[in-house]
């Protein structure tokens, strides 16, 4: 199984790092790099080479070190979404497409929503999946580009992986987007229960990430449209009856960008 590590940048970013563990010189994917400097300091502590970037989305906050990170690294290639805004992807994607490093298989999904050109990596041999900002633990990303209906088909998606799929979210919001769940669903057990897991692991400044897809299907409002539970407190909340999974979703997000 491929080691992660989440190197932390900003307020709340992480950058995933990925290697394997019994192989060192099999180089380092360094994922959403918005910094260079931290993860430069973290290649040379760990004596790692950087084999690959990948990017999910075009926000400066996931791309911002990637020059420099060329620049000092003999030149790595870049993958990303081939409809992205940013100039500095070299292996331009689209959903379908299948890039193999580190001896693993990423199967690229288009997963608009918070940005057009937003896409995923699912390595289903080493239950991965690299969603940046499309799927937090317990919540989801900002709809600044796409629609309900394109998110809540990422939800779907992310929905089909397996449950012990670990999910490599691109920020630390996971306290934030648990208080909002209990809002949703307060008699949910599992939101209890995980709100109190992960306040003790931020109180030891420990990353709550990665979740798991079956954890985000029993704690994610967004990923519970159809649950009448979330259903009942989203009209109560709103006043409006949602029609479909995406109205839900919907209504839910313009509840949480207020909340």
């Known amino acids: 199984m491929l080691n992660l590590t989440p190197i932390p940048a900003f307020n709340d970013n992480y ?6 563990p019994e192989a060192p010189d099999s180089g380092v994917i360094i994922v959403d790099p918005g910094s260079a400097d931290c ?4 290649l040379q502590e760990n004596s790692r080479k950087l084999a690959a970037i990948l990017i ?8 911002g070190g990637v020059t420099e990170l060329q620049q000092q690294n003999d030149y790595c290639p870049v993958y990303g979404p081939s409809n992205s805004p940013f100039e500095g992807i070299t292996q331009p994607l689209t959903e379908g497409d299948l890039i193999c490093l580190l001896d693993t298989a990423f199967e690229v999904k288009a997963v608009p929503g918070h940005t057009l050109d937003h896409i995923s990596y699912y390595a289903p041999s080493a239950g991965l999946l690299l969603c940046g900002d499309t799927l937090f633990m317990a919540g989801c990303g900002r709809l600044f580009e796409g629609t309900a209906e394109q998110m809540q088909a990422a939800m779907d998606y992310f929905a089909s992986l397996p449950d012990d799929t670990r999910v490599c ?5 996971t306290l934030s987007n648990l208080a909002f769940a209990h809002a949703v669903e307060p ?3 599992d939101i209890r229960v995980m709100t109190e897991k992960c306040r003790s692991m931020r109180e030891q400044d420990l990353p709550t990430l990665p979740s798991r897809i079956g954890l985000e299907k029993a ?4 990923m519970r449209t159809r649950e009448t539970s979330v259903i009942h407190t989203v009209y ?3 006043g409006e009856h949602p029609d479909s999974p995406a109205q839900t979703l919907a209504l839910l997000r313009e509840w949480k960008n207020s909340f």
């Open 39 to 42: 993860v430069q300091q973290w």
């Open 15 to 20: 950058i995933w790092a990925i290697c394997h």
């Open 236 to 238: 109560g909340h709103s």
């Open 187 to 189: 008699e949910n057990q």
């Open 56 to 63: 999910t989305h075009h926000h400066e906050d996931h791309t």
């Open 219 to 222: 704690i994610n409002p967004f």
């Open 169 to 173: 979210a691109a920020h630390e919001y």
